[in-house]
């Protein structure tokens, strides 16, 4: 079924009965992303949050001077958007780019609020993708101030080894705040230390 993954993730949180669900991805838009194309660029009015079916995202943001830094990867199972503009529909601050050819099921801002109003436990399921997103990037904050690189570079291995499958390395070192070059001498003392 085309919507097996989304519905799973739904069902971690809430429950559907077969018209809640029909309704559910009766707003849902599929949408193919080629590898290196954007679904949202900055300056855009973010309308959507996506759903990633299946592939790989990444939002950045770039600076003035064209300096990207990677705030979050989207792998299969994961929502993404630039959620401040998202909520208040402004223009983008992030840029998404698939990072893989990749499918997108792509929720917009009204037709969440018309969700939210029919399917009042819906708000419940978002209050909870939000609140976790909020706590990851709070944990990252204070780990990124508190905690030297290798530290950062291990706590990424443990907590999301599948992203680091599917990623540059330089984009790992933008999540990071580091340079790529210093991670590799990160990655080259990790395996010095497996082979000793």
């Not at 290196?36 to 079916?53: H, N, P, T, W, Y």
């Not at 976790?132 to 690189?149: D, F, G, H, K």
Request: proline fraction near 3%.
């Amino acid at each position: 079924m085309a919507y097996d993954v989304v519905l799973k993730n739904i069902n971690k949180h809430i429950s559907l009965d077969t018209d809640e669900i029909s309704y559910f991805t009766s707003l849902l838009k599929e949408k193919k992303v080629s590898k290196r194309a954007m679904i949202l660029k900055d300056g855009q009015v973010c309308k959507e949050i996506s759903f990633v079916k299946s592939g790989a995202l990444r939002a950045y943001y770039r600076d003035k001077t064209g300096k990207e830094s990677t705030i979050m990867f989207a792998i299969t199972d994961w929502w993404v958007t630039d959620m401040f503009c998202f909520v208040n529909e402004q223009p983008a601050m992030l840029n998404i780019e698939a990072i893989e050819d990749s499918v997108v099921l792509q929720l917009l801002k009204a037709d969440l609020d018309k969700l939210y109003i029919k399917i009042p436990k819906f708000e419940r399921f978002f209050r909870i993708i939000m609140q976790n997103a909020y706590i990851r990037e709070q944990l990252r904050v204070i780990q990124n101030l508190s905690l030297p690189a290798n530290e950062r570079y291990n706590l990424f291995l443990s907590k999301y080894p599948e992203i680091v499958k599917q990623v540059k390395q330089k984009q790992i070192a933008s999540y990071l705040g580091i340079t790529p070059e210093f991670l590799s001498m990160l990655r080259r003392n990790k395996r010095t230390k497996r082979i000793s």
